[in-house]
């Protein structure tokens, strides 16, 4: 049974950083392509990044490039979302998830598993 499990968020004053893990159990995620999307209250559920099983491509939404970096650790079976700069609109839950295939990386319908989700609060 895959399981996806985000550690704790938390809130974070504008500016500052802040790392969110993904431990994955029931795969590994060196075999998967692997996303991050969040979720504001009100709106629909938005891509941030993704990393390819084949080379590690990375890819990131607009809104967070040069500002996100999303990584994995095949040791630890995790990956990670390191977010800097944050702003108030960087506020949202956030869901890491596995893809069953590949390509098209950013479209919500490519991935099939996913974690609970993980509150971030950037305050002004």
């Known amino acids: 049974q895959v399981q996806l499990v985000e550690s704790r968020g938390g809130l974070v004053q504008a500016g500052g950083s802040l790392r969110l893990s993904c431990a994955a159990s029931?795969?590994?995620?060196?075999?998967?392509?692997m996303g991050w999307f969040r979720q504001a209250p009100g709106k629909e559920r938005e891509f941030v990044a993704s990393i390819s099983k084949s080379w590690s491509v990375t890819y990131y939404a607009n809104s967070v490039k040069g500002r996100f970096t999303i990584s994995r650790d095949s040791s630890k079976n995790t990956i990670y979302l390191y977010m800097s700069s944050l702003k108030p609109e960087d506020t949202a839950v956030y869901y890491c998830a596995t893809a069953g295939g590949s390509g098209g990386l950013d479209r919500i319908n490519k991935y099939d598993s996913w974690g609970q989700g993980t509150q971030v609060t950037v305050s002004s």
């Open positions: 029931g795969l590994t995620v060196s075999n998967y392509n």
